[in-house]
């Protein structure tokens, strides 16, 4: 099997650069609608403050994915933009198909840490404005939530935060092909949480995804993006 020129030959390949690999295509092994949803309420604006200031115990359920390379790791942030709605919504973005890492994939807006960022928190909400146009001035971050380890050795924090429904993007060509809302409250319903297994290149990869229907159009949230709601489900549910 061919590898990434930047893996060293012994690794196995990420599952978005393997030949022909479509996430749409792998089989589903089940969905966890066994499990609560979160309530409609618990997702409101005092809601959400509320359970920041005062975090419940709990655990993530994914924290990192096997290791696909021997670079150093990178530290970098991403925002969980909640826009305000009657009924809350969270802003993703598609990225462009060039891009060297998790091209053409629904994600978070975010990015790495620069040595001049103050906390993930800035790193977070700059990279918003940088891909997406939101404006810092409409952005109440709430907190972060554990860190998240790629494959390809990112160490991403997830930054929370409310944003005001007032906004107007402007995306940035380059990296975002696209940026839409998904309500929370279908992402927060483990029903639409479906599990998915792959075994390639020697490698067993379990993922979870959350396809949502935006109109005519399938947005197929999976992979890090998935596993990072995954956890925030945890979070609210606890």
Not at 52 to 67: D, G, K, L, S, Y
């Amino acid at each position: 099997m061919a590898h990434a020129p930047d893996l060293i030959p012994d690794e196995p390949v990420p599952l978005s650069k393997l030949p022909h690999f479509d996430p749409r295509e792998v089989p589903v092994d089940g969905t966890d609608g066994h499990l609560p949803a979160v309530a409609a309420q618990q997702l409101t604006e005092a809601a959400l403050r509320a359970r920041f200031a005062q975090p419940p115990v709990w655990e993530p359920e994914v924290r990192a994915e096997p290791r696909f390379t021997d670079r150093a790791p990178a530290h970098a942030s991403v925002l969980v933009g909640i826009v305000m709605r009657d009924k809350p919504a969270l802003i993703l973005t598609e990225r462009t198909t060039h891009l060297s890492t998790h091209s053409g994939q629904v994600a978070f807006p975010g990015g790495k840490r620069d040595d001049t960022d103050r906390d993930a928190a800035h790193t977070a909400v700059r990279e918003a404005q940088e891909e997406i146009g939101l404006d810092p001035a409409l952005v109440e971050v709430l907190g972060t939530m554990p860190t998240y380890v790629t494959g390809t050795r990112f160490i991403i924090t997830p930054v929370v935060a409310l944003v005001d429904p007032a906004h107007h993007l402007t995306l940035n060509p380059y990296e975002v092909a696209d940026a839409f809302e998904v309500p929370l409250e279908f992402l927060m319903n483990p029903a639409h949480h479906r599990r998915h297994h792959f075994d390639g290149d020697g490698v067993l990869r379990q993922w979870f995804s959350m396809p949502y229907m935006d109109g005519t159009t399938q947005r197929f949230i999976w992979g890090a993006t998935a596993g990072m709601l995954r956890n925030l489900y945890r979070f609210l549910a606890a």
